[in-house]
């Protein structure tokens, strides 16, 4: 069982769509995958089609409910889902006061049965607060999501910076499984050159997939279905493809 969280604190570069492809393309391989929707604005569990069980995350979180009973079926094979809520927002402020509550995801998380599932991804809040840290604190693996149409890299700093301080304290076997570019559009010359300034900066730690531009996978949230289901013939059916393949073989 491999736990990858999926996080960078910039608001809209991509994460939400990563763990939802992701998952999508990894069941499509043969592989169980339980997502873990961190985000207050639970656009993962929307997707997913998973409304019905709001909430799950945040109970998770704040209250000793056994974990089987907080996961619930998502409208794809293979992928499970504890779901997100507005709840969350409310995190802080409901564990003021407690003690070790970064490692709190962690902690539930042992009790997790792991021949049952071969990935565990969490997607996160735009935020680099305690939720994002309970999951950097519980994961094995990092992908980080970064756009290529827009400067987005300012902040990239600022998570490896937040990054290094969670190995040290929190969790030494932190790894950062890779950078994935996405949006790229290859028509133009600022997207190459956002992708060639990350690899400059990171090396081999920019996965070789990359997510291109694609309306489909704008359009797919709106049908609740992944892009291997709405657009199973479109180029981010195959970048996703592609890089459920590369996560595998990094992980293995
Ligand atoms: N490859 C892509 N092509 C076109 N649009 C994309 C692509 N990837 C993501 N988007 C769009 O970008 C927007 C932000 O994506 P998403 O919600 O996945 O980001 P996020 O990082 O989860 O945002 P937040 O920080 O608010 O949680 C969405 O409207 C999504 O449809
Ligand atoms: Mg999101």
């Known amino acids: 069982m491999k736990i990858i969280a999926v996080a ?3 608001g809209g570069c991509a994460k939400t769509t990563t763990v939802v492809n992701l998952a999508a393309c990894l069941a499509e391989l043969g592989k169980q995958v339980l997502v873990i929707d961190l985000d207050s604005q639970a656009n993962a569990t929307t997707w997913l089609g998973a409304e019905h069980s709001t909430g799950h995350a945040f109970k998770l979180l704040t209250t000793k409910t056994s974990l089987e009973d907080l996961i619930a079926p998502t409208n794809l094979d293979g992928v499970s889902i504890v779901s997100g809520s507005r709840e969350l927002a409310n995190f ?3 564990v003021a006061g407690e003690i070790a509550v ?4 962690k ?3 042992i009790g997790l049965d792991s021949s049952k599932w071969d990935f565990v991804l969490v997607d996160t809040p735009p935020t680099l607060g305690l939720i994002t840290l309970n999951a950097l604190s519980c994961a094995k693996e990092l992908i980080v999501p970064v756009t290529t149409h827009v400067l987005s890299l300012s902040g990239v700093a600022q998570l490896v910076e937040t990054l290094e301080e969670v190995k040290e304290v929190l969790n030494p076997s932190l790894n950062i499984l890779g950078f994935v570019a996405c949006r790229v559009d290859s028509r133009t010359r600022h997207s190459k050159e956002i992708l060639e300034l990350l690899i400059n900066q990171f090396g081999d730690k920019v996965l070789k ?5 694609s309306i489909r996978l704008a359009e797919a949230p709106s049908f609740q279905l992944s892009i291997n289901q709405y657009g199973s013939k479109s180029s981010a059916a195959d970048d996703y493809r592609a890089l459920a393949a590369e996560v595998i073989s990094l992980t293995q």
Request: proline residues 0%; hydrophobic residues 20%.
């Open 8 to 10: 960078n604190q910039k």
């Open 92 to 94: 802080e402020k409901a």
């Open 102 to 105: 970064e490692t709190r995801l």
């Open 107 to 109: 902690r539930r998380l």
């Open 209 to 213: 997939s990359t997510i291109r531009e």
